[in-house]
């Protein structure tokens, strides 16, 4: 019952709001990443709502909006880790499952526990798990990979040291080794620039120019709207639906980010109180 | 004659019991370390207690102890608990410890009734469930490939070999899905498949444990061994080896302490099992206490020996600035004063910093007089060249510390002292050629006082 009431709402939402931000499909085996129609909810309360959105190859693409309003769970719901009440992705015009190997995650740096007894290069090495496969243990090959790459982001002296004695900087570079490791063509980045040094945050920039300049494409979760412009061609603005996306000099306008962070009580809240009023009158 | 036999038959049976407990001990600590690991300790206590009614069950339906049916009802009813768990969590909204309080202690009550029944029917003691009976477990026989050994050390050699093979073959999917299960995921190892396969594992391990330890006392050998080898390694690989041998250790230890430690009090030895929970304890204290990073005490006495560097760098930088504002050297009780420290401590470090000569007392060339501290005399103290040369770079690092808080983080001029202060103790000459640097090689601190120059 309940379930028919969102669901018929949404496609009145759908019809009557969404307008050229719901694109079809897109099946080009360039295209990285095609989102289309793609909602979530915990506890039938949406997360995100009717995303959608094609990304143009081997950019540096800023996801921006205010907290909540489900930057991470589009990254999750993109790669299946999270369950989706709607919607279809395509990477390289083809599933997540199919394509998974071209992806690279670089998630929060508070998801895990950096007490965990494991070193740097451990942490990195993961990155080649899926290439070793089932079963077969790390090899010597593998090590002089992950710590090439740690050599990259400029840490390989702290190779072995236990990940818990690495400053916050050198714990997000671990992580971004471990990406780079991988050799995806489309990086997923969730707020890589959280809570860094600044020293830390040139080398990121670094690392995300590097990667632009090897064609590969990077989709950022970022927060600190200052720097969009200098960091990101392209940039999503995101709250809870898609407020806008495009090249950053359209679409990063003064009006958008208004309409992205200002204005809390936006129609869908507007429609999610009602919903709630009238479940409880019932 | 008759003694030697019955003391020979006691040596057997002793061995098999101790055999059965490293067993146990071992294949629980295996898996052990990764409901450590992944903070699930709770969920291996939820899953040894629920496993209850799965055994009851299938005491009722096949009306017999033999182990095949317990096994399935087992881990059936084990899986379902971390299926259950992870549902009323969802559903209800409540944290994972509230979801499993509630699962587990209903399937252990409901298990506890089903086994009150299943007692009228079948020979079984609630009591041996809870609490084990490793010794009677050691007296029955059963036969293979011609040798004759007690089935529960057949079982849990079998559990024992099919964890280590888990745990080894799988190393690195354990390893990635415990530490991120988001990334584990998406590189095609299941997080949820390895939490099921662990949990379906822990489940087994738990029945075959259950008769020889126990249920409550199993919870003891998934966790405690593994906990305290977190203490002593910051290895994965060598965690789970450590744990391997700390559980050994305390079944070892358990069933000779059993016999033995009753005995000084007089009484009849006791039950192995609780000595092995105890004995887990107690070599978990000891790495607590002993733990060469996590330790206790080995973390007391490297303070103790980074304050005490502290205080030695205060005694010559104090020096040096008493020879600075040419007020005469200080008195020891005016050291004692300037610098919080006891006496004791304080004779301690003007002791090193003579023997090291880095001071010198007056009327005495320097480090040759035993015993003379005792600072009865004013201006007792003074610097030597080396001791100087110390005391310079640590007050050259202090005020360029204070330089850079005003210039480069516009901190508060009355802030900055305590922080250069702390900072003064932690900087060698690289990081002060950097602050110099940075802070266009000033002459005087924010105060107006003389930075001194690093070499004299």
Partial sequence: MNKQTSSQLGDALASSESTSSAPGLSTDPLCPLSVYDLTVAYHRKPVIWDVGFDLPAGQLIGVVGPNGAGKSTLLKAIMDLIPRASGRVRVFGDTYAHNRKRVGYVPQRESVDWQFPVSALDVVTMGLY???????????????????????????????????QLSGG?????????????DADLYLMDEPFAA???????AIVEILRDLKKREKTAVVIHHDLQTVPEYFDHVILLNMRVVSHGPVSETFTSENLQKTYGGRLTLLDEVTEAMRRREQAL | MIYAQIDLNWQQHDTWIVVIGILCAVSSALLGNFLVLR???????????????????AFLISHSRSSLPMFFGAVIVGVLTALFTEWIRRVGRVDEGASMGVVFTSLFALGLVMLVQASDHVDLDPDCVLYGAIESAAID????????????????????????????????????????????????????????????????TAVASFESVGSVLVVAMFVVPAAASYMLTDRLAWMIVLSVFIAAASAILGHGSAIVVPRWFGFESTT??????VSAGGLFFLAALFGPKHGVLVKWVRRQFLSFRILCDDIVALLYRCEERETGSPSKAELADNLFASSWTLWAALATLRRRGEIAVDGAVSG?????????????????????????????????????????????????????????????????????????????????????????
């Fill in chain 1, 130 to 164: 899926d290439d070793i496969g089932w079963f077969f243990p790390v090899r010597k090959k593998h090590r002089a990979r992950a710590l090439e790459a740690l050599d990259r982001v400029g840490i390989a002296d702290l190779a072995n040291r236990q990940i818990s």
């Fill in chain 1, 170 to 182: 050198q714990q997000q570079r671990t992580f971004l080794a471990r990406a780079l490791v991988q």
């Fill in chain 1, 196 to 202: 860094v040094d600044a020293a830390t945050e040139r």
């Fill in chain 2, 39 to 57: 903070r699930m300790s709770m969920l291996g206590d939820a899953v040894t207690h629920a496993v209850l009614p799965g055994i009851a069950a």
């Fill in chain 2, 141 to 204: 026989e059963v036969e293979i490939f011609g040798r004759v050994l007690p089935p529960a050390a057949l079982i849990l050699g079998v559990v024992t070999i099919v964890n280590a093979l888990f745990v080894v073959l799988c190393f690195k999917e354990l390893k990635i899905s415990s530490f991120d299960p988001a990334l584990a995921t998406t590189m095609g190892f299941s997080a949820r498949l390895m939490h099921y396969l662990l949990m379906v594992l822990v489940s087994i």
């Fill in chain 2, 272 to 277: 192995t099992a609780s000595m092995m929970a």
């Fill in chain 2, 368 to 456: 040759a007089v035993d015993g003379a501290v005792d600072g009865a005399v004013s201006g007792d103290f003074h610097l030597t060249g080396r001791g100087r040369d110390r005391a310079r770079q640590l007050v050259r690092s202090h005020r360029l510390w204070e330089q850079y808080l005003v210039v480069e983080t516009s901190t508060e001029t009355d802030r900055i002292h305590d922080k250069a202060e702390r900072f003064e103790h932690f900087t060698d000459r690289p990081l002060r050629d950097r602050l110099d640097r940075v802070t266009d090689a000033p002459d005087t601190d924010p105060h107006g006082r003389p930075i001194p120059s690093e070499k004299s």
